[in-house]
């Protein structure tokens, strides 16, 4: 149990197009899901957290109009990166937890994004 | 804030042997967990032990145990018995019940010599 899924696992988009990630808890509802960013060899660093039907709360230094979160279900978030240039080009990672007093984090695969 | 420290960017260990991969924190608050996660080559990020800072016995998981002390702000993981599947990153978290989000360490790269 406890799964979540991404897709697309790869996605290669030119620069100044737009591109969507969807992340899916598969066996449970996830009432909060997180976005990290993950550059080569480097840590997992916190993009935004989210609750199921409210705005998601973005870290310090992450452009919300830029990486667009939606959690619209208990099952479902996605990411957008919108007007997509070569240095949002990493790997995206989602994560989600079940319920509010478990610390439980269950992550995704990842994405890998090229922008062109 | 909440920081957390990996000062061993490479860590290598014979199989069937002992390692120890170290971890330092910091946090002003009382109620708070800690992690090992372990991040393979094909990068699923997979947990490996979970501390509870209320807890004064050392979390272990087959292999796996760590060495907690609080006073020192200190979350050691001790791999018993190496296996060359254990060779990935691992990375020591933190989440407190203020935050309510993980921070990571630096990450530690594993290799596990045949």
């Known amino acids: 149990g406890a799964v979540v899924s991404q897709h697309p696992s790869r996605v290669i988009c030119k620069s100044g197009t737009s591109v969507k990630i969807e992340c899916r808890s598969l066996?449970?509802?996830?009432?909060?899901m997180f976005w990290y960013r993950q550059f080569p060899k480097q840590s997992l660093m916190l993009m935004a957290t989210?609750?199921?039907?409210?705005?998601?709360?973005?870290e310090q230094g992450v452009e919300k109009d830029k990486f667009l979160i939606n959690h619209a279900s208990l099952t479902l978030s996605t990411l957008t990166v919108t007007s997509a240039h070569p240095e949002d080009s990493s790997f995206y990672i989602c994560?989600?937890?079940?319920?509010?007093?478990?610390?439980?984090?269950?992550f995704g695969p990842g994405t890998r994004l090229t922008v062109t | 804030a909440q920081t957390v420290t990996q000062s061993q960017p490479e860590m290598s260990v014979q199989e069937a042997e002992t390692v120890t991969l170290s971890c330092t924190y910091d946090?002003?608050?009382?109620?708070?967990?800690l992690f090992w996660y372990k991040q393979p080559p094909s990068r699923q990020m997979i947990l490996v032990i979970r501390?509870?800072?209320?807890?004064?016995q050392n979390a272990t998981e087959n292999r796996f145990s760590v060495n907690f002390q609080k006073a020192a702000k200190s979350f050691s993981l001790k791999i018993s018995d190496s296996q060359l599947g254990d060779a990935a990153m691992y990375f020591c978290?933190?989440?407190?019940?203020?935050?309510?989000?993980?921070?990571f360490g630096q990450g530690t790269r594993l290799t596990i010599n045949p």
């Open positions: 994560s989600a937890r079940q319920g509010t007093l478990s610390y439980e984090q269950y």
């Open positions: 066996d449970f509802q996830a009432t909060t």
């Open positions: 989210s609750n199921e039907g409210s705005k998601a709360t973005y």
């Open positions: 946090t002003s608050e009382s109620d708070y967990y």
């Open positions: 501390q509870e800072a209320y807890k004064q």
């Open positions: 978290a933190l989440e407190s019940q203020g935050a309510q989000k993980l921070v």
